[in-house]
């Protein structure tokens, strides 16, 4: 797990520099640790390394490995995929924070699961900055218009900030095409509510997450980054 702590620790050392060329504190920015492609002794690695953030993007593997994998203090389980609106009931005990809630549709039902529970989630609404077909998430628009008929309809649902996924880009092209992209979803943030209503922007990958800092991202997720080099060891 040598390699597994060496990216850690360079990753964390490549957020406290984007963070701070931003002018913003190192740890105002989470760390999400993508574990779905992660094999199970990774999972055991980052944990050992200290890191509690874990995000999956299938539900069904998140509470799986929630039971699996506990640990002292406990792990905070982040949904970061797409959600069917049949999971939501299973999910909502086992997941911290909810980030691609990505319809109205979607909303309500996580609303009334978490009455009937007794439950009051966090989530983050999705954005699709980028108006590509291939990605989920409320336009611009659709947002607006949820906030002007106003969250109050969902009483048992925290919505904390949005997240948004910029489209892949080559590396020299990443300032380009990702960077306006989290530009936007801020601004979106600030237009809607500002950070005091929602303080949080999960934006941000492995070939991505610097512009995404100085953007302002909050929580940024990083899958393959960590896992450099693991495979064939
Ligand atoms: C897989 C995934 C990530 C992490 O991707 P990497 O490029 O491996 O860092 C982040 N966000 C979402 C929504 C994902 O599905």
Do not use: C
Request: negative net charge; glycine residues 8%; aromatic residues 4%.
């Amino acid at each position: 797990m040598d390699a597994l702590a060496a990216n850690l620790a360079a990753v964390r050392e490549r957020i406290a520099a984007a963070a701070t060329a931003a002018g913003r504190a190192p740890d105002a920015v989470t760390l999400i640790a993508v574990t779905k492609y992660a094999r199970d002794e990774w999972v055991r690695g980052l944990l050992d390394l200290g890191v509690r953030d874990l995000g999956e993007n299938r539900p069904q593997q998140l509470t799986e490995r929630a039971e699996t994998f506990t640990a002292q203090p406990p792990v905070r389980w982040h949904q970061i995929g797409q959600l069917q609106r049949n999971k939501v009931q299973k999910l909502l005990p086992a997941a911290f924070l909810t980030h691609s809630v990505d319809s109205e549709t979607l909303l309500a039902r996580i609303e009334r699961v978490a009455a009937e529970e007794g439950l009051v989630p966090a989530v983050l609404l999705q954005a699709n900055v980028s108006g590509e077909d291939s990605k989920s998430g409320f336009t611009p628009d659709a947002l607006r218009a949820l906030w002007d008929a106003g969250l109050d309809r969902f009483p048992h649902v925290r919505v904390r900030g949005l997240m948004t996924m910029a489209p892949a880009a080559a590396p020299d092209a990443v300032e380009a095409v990702a960077r306006p992209v989290f530009a936007g979803l801020r601004t979106l943030r600030d237009e809607l509510g500002g950070a005091e209503a929602l303080p949080m922007l999960s934006m941000g990958m492995s070939g991505d997450f610097e512009p995404a800092i100085a953007e302002g991202a909050t929580h940024v997720r990083l899958g393959s980054v960590l896992y450099a080099g693991l495979a064939e060891g």
